[in-house]
């Protein structure tokens, strides 16, 4: 089925205008850049054709952006590069580049969502390889510029610090991501970082590429809003192309490269480009925009200001170029028609092994000083951990000199050096980003964020980057990552929701990743070193949740009996098990965090009135310990699961739902925090699990 665009070009290629100098370009890598734009065209319409198969799946294409194949063309092959969605002729270059596998088939095979795709297998349609350094993205909002900018400070550091990173020293890493995006505050705050950085003498060698067609799907930009809003932004150099002109594009690339290249500052390439069939197979543009506009856009076309360009400078005719479009599209057909029907993922346990570990324990034991609180006990962790792996950083709000908010890096920075332990911006989708970036750079980025409630504005960076990228690579790339962040409620003295919050259910919903959430010292320094052997050897992103009002906490019975307290060679502890207190046969209470010591305190207020129980400490919120639940809870076939977070959406909930899957037909029952946010003051025990409430709760369902 022939497309407008397509006829278009047919009936325009030959109109002459003017002779035309090729610039720096020779007429072999003009053609060689050609090719990479034909070949974008025709995966365009083979995707169109495929759908109207019914065989495929994604069909937001590249075509008016293909100017971008001039972006590929001056960058190395070793440049990481973090794509937009429209990047098709930028994929094909690089992989003519680096050869190997062939790109045409690769990107069909996306198409179709088949097993044999070699970047996800199957997962998505993505624009990645390994082997030539392009990281897949799965973004349409810019969510990957602070992994980019991440990726940019590691390549640096990590060079500095003499570990192994994948990209050479003095690579430049290049994202690139549409107008539209430019708005987001993601990105927004990504280029603030890199300007931030910059400013303060920290390398960060950085293209930002922005596509700019002048649509968000059928929203225009308002026309001149980049050049207005970043062309003159102290600190970020900025360049201007015309994307429908290879050879402009080609030389404003190769300057803006060299420029990020030679003085490692970031650097803003704003091109112009055109956005040619709609915004994706389902989009009907003509809903939005008059047919008038969108055949003037066809005059545009890269494609065909570049056929024109060689036939003016007389590199080709216009025979020639025709000849050459035709090739292009049989070979592109011929390549769908043998793939449409491939074999696609078949089972749940196929799809989702990349998000598949294997529980670790660290063969490697840590010493605590005698009497460690729970901060101290990480304290003592974390610098176990950086001498251990040289190629661990750690990095937050107030991490460095101030040892944070509640002392539990304090030291660090003197025992570790400021290229390892050292402050951020205050931006948590910045230092989320620059984890993920840190991680897939060869880095151990150990990341603080401050408080829990600071996580939600940020957490796509976990959920759509971090976790995501093992699953949507088919392995091929991993971004190892510990996130630490204080949280949860019961801090006295210092309340309100921001710095008490017991919201976990957006961290429980992302598939693949760890949460940690140890209640005492010693399994707080076990569990940290196996997060982070788990991170080294597997990739796994990590969380690990901090209970504030535990962070220094001595006693559990009564004042001053240091019932709190660890010290010494501490037990591994492996991901996905629990601990387990005492052996009572008449009630097994499963609880974690705060409510570990709550539940400790109304066990032996229990046992006076002679009712044994025995406490289950999860320790791990993903993955649950169901085994260990499950067996203490068939122990004595009378379970109270003590949940701290809230009863809609908190811990509790997979807790219930796990004991009934496996067939647990005892007593139970539930207790959480109330569906509320957590006020100030005495106000917060009105709708936080409290010790009388677990007691009075044990009591009923026992009876």
């Known amino acids: 089925m022939a497309e407008a665009i397509d006829e278009y070009f047919l009936e325009h290629v030959g109109a002459r205008s003017s002779r035309r100098s090729l610039g720096s370009l020779t007429p072999e890598r003009a053609l060689e850049l050609f090719d990479a734009q034909l070949g974008s065209r025709h ?8 759908r109207s198969e019914g065989t495929g799946y994604y069909t937001i294409g590249s075509s008016g952006h293909e100017g971008n194949a001039a972006v590929a063309g001056a960058l190395r092959v070793t440049d990481p590069a973090l794509l937009h969605y429209r990047s098709g002729a930028f994929f094909l270059e690089r992989a003519r580049q680096g050869g190997g596998s062939d790109p045409i088939r690769d990107v069909l095979l996306g198409l179709v969502a088949a097993v044999d795709e070699p970047i996800s297998g199957g997962r998505h349609k993505v624009f990645g390889r390994a082997d030539l350094a ?13 992994r980019a900018v991440g990726v940019a400070f590691s390549t640096v550091r990590a060079r500095k610090l003499g570990v192994p990173c994948p990209w050479p020293g003095d690579a430049v890493t290049v994202c690139s991501f549409g107008d539209a995006s430019a708005n987001h505050s993601t ?23 922005c596509e700019d067609n002048g649509l968000g799907i059928s929203v225009p930009t308002p026309a001149g809003w980049i050049a207005s ?37 970031p650097v803003f390439l704003h091109i112009d480009t055109v956005r040619l069939m709609g915004h994706a197979g389902s989009d009907v543009e003509s809903s939005y925009r008059s047919r008038r506009d969108i055949t003037a856009d066809y005059a545009r076309d890269p494609v065909l200001q570049t056929a024109r360009t060689l036939i003016d400078s007389g590199v080709l005719t216009a025979s020639d170029a025709v000849a050459l479009y035709e090739e292009k599209r049989a070979e592109v057909m011929d390549t769908a028609r043998d793939v449409a029907d491939a074999s696609q993922l078949a089972t749940a346990e196929a799809v989702m092994t990349p998000l598949a570990y294997k529980a670790v324990a660290p063969s490697d034991s840590i010493d605590l000083p005698a009497e460690s609180t729970l901060a101290q006990a990480i304290n003592a962790a974390l610098r176990c951990i950086l001498d251990r792996y040289p190629q661990a950083v750690l990095f937050g709000e107030d991490v460095a000199r101030k040892g944070g908010v509640y002392g539990v890096t304090r030291g660090l920075l003197s025992a570790a050096g400021s290229a390892r332990v050292f ?9 989320l980003g620059l984890a993920a970036g840190a991680g897939v750079s060869g880095l151990l980025p150990i990341a603080e964020i401050q408080y829990l409630a600071y996580l939600h504005n940020a957490a796509d960076q976990i959920r759509g980057e971090a976790a995501t990228l093992q699953f949507f690579s088919n392995g091929q790339y991993r971004n190892p990552m510990i996130v630490r962040i204080a949280g949860y409620g019961y801090q006295k003295g210092f309340g309100g929701h921001f710095h008490n919050d017991n919201a976990v259910a957006a961290l429980r919903d992302i598939p693949g990743i760890v949460v940690a959430s140890p209640a005492r010292g010693g399994d707080a320094a076990a569990m940290l070193d196996a997060c982070a052997s788990a991170a080294v050897e597997q990739g796994a992103v990590c969380v690990f949740l901090e209970p504030i ?22 037990e591994a502890a492996t991901i996905g098990r629990a601990r387990v207190y005492g052996e009572g046969a008449d009630l ?9 010591p709550m539940s400790l305190r109304a066990a032996q207020r229990l046992s006076q009135r002679g009712v044994h129980a025995r406490v289950v400490d999860m320790r791990w919120l993903a993955p649950l310990p169901v085994d260990d639940v499950v067996a203490q809870a068939s122990a004595t076939s009378c379970v109270l699961v003590v949940d701290e977070t809230r009863r809609s959406g908190g811990v509790g909930e997979g807790v219930i739902a796990a004991l009934v899957d496996a067939g647990y037909t005892g007593k139970l ?3 959480a925090s109330e569906d509320s946010f957590i006020p100030l003051g005495d106000a917060a025990l009105h709708v936080l699990v409290s010790e009388d409430r677990i007691v009075d709760a044990a009591v009923s369902v026992l009876s």
Do not use: C, M
């Open 549 to 570: 009002a535990l962070y220094h906490t001595r006693d559990l019975y009564d004042d001053g009996d240091d019932g709190w307290l660890s010290g010494g060679r501490v």
């Open 588 to 596: 097994t209470i499963i609880t974690f965090g705060n409510g570990v």
């Open 669 to 671: 029952a539930r207790i």
């Open 43 to 50: 995966l365009d319409l083979a995707a169109r054709w495929l």
């Open 229 to 265: 809003n970043f062309s003159s932004r102290p600190g970020l150099d900025y360049v201007h192309a015309d994307g429908s002109d290879l050879v402009d594009t080609y030389e404003k690339s190769i300057a803006a490269v060299d420029r990020v290249r030679r003085r490692r500052r």
């Open 187 to 209: 990105a927004l705050g990504a280029f603030n970082t890199a300007v931030h950085s910059a400013y303060q003498g920290v390398p960060l060698p950085i293209l930002f590429v």
């Open 423 to 431: 402050d951020t911006v205050l931006d948590e989708q910045s230092i």
């Open 134 to 146: 392009v990281i897949p993205q799965t973004s349409t909002i810019a969510s990957h510029l602070p």
